[in-house]
Structure formats: structure tokens, C-alpha cells
């Protein structure tokens, strides 16, 4: 599972593909959730402005399991 770090209290899921290299682009993003390849905590999902917070999982047919880690701000 690889972990991808945030700096806020959460993600969007469109925000978060692109963050974790599974797409290039906010339309590719679309087009992978309409197609049911991705998984938010086992369920599916197909909102691209689905919240994300620390500690959830996203899994992406044929790109993997990732989970979303909080990070601190540094100043």
C-alpha cells in the first residue's frame, strides 16, 4: 500500500488521482470513476469531489492500493 501525504485536512478524490500519478487529468479522473475503478474504503465510488481525510483507502484497478496520510504544514 502506498501512502500519499497531504497538507490539509483533506483531498478531493479527482485532486487525490492526479496527486497519486493514477491520472494526468481532472477528465481522465471522470472517466476512471464512470467506468467503477475505483474504491473508496471497499466501497465503490464515483464522485470526483468525494472528501478524503487521513487514514481512508483508495484502491485503483490497475494502479493499486493507496491511503491517505496526514502530513504537518512546515513552516
Partial sequence: MKKIVIHSGYIKL??????SDCVSTGGMAKALLQESHVLVNGEPEDRRGRKLYPGDKVEVKGEGLFEVAGGEEQA
Avoid: E
Avoid at 479527482?14 to 496527486?19: H, I, N, P, S
Fill in 14 to 19: 479527482d485532486q487525490f488521482l492526479k496527486l
